[in-house]
């Protein structure tokens, strides 16, 4: 699933978030792999030997001119 949080607040991210936990770590998914992206920060999710959390490090936005690409404020 990717992205499935972009357009949601914070309290319907996080029950969602826990759905799809348990439903993962349901019994009769226990040979299946659910894999979900996201780009919010997963800190209240408490891992398990069926739960893991793979953070990838913010990507460099370098342009084609080699410059440094920026956020507007």
Not at 23 to 48: D, W, Y
Request: aromatic share 4%.
């Amino acid at each position: 699933m990717d992205e499935y949080d972009v357009f949601m607040d914070q309290k319907t991210r996080s029950k969602t978030l826990d759905l799809l936990k348990t439903e993962a770590e349901c019994p009769l998914h226990q040979h299946k792999q659910f894999i979900v992206l996201t780009p919010q920060q997963l800190n209240s999710v408490q891992t398990t030997n069926m739960v893991r959390i793979h953070s990838l490090k913010a990507p460099e936005r370098i342009t084609a001119a080699g410059l440094n690409q920026q956020t507007l404020n």
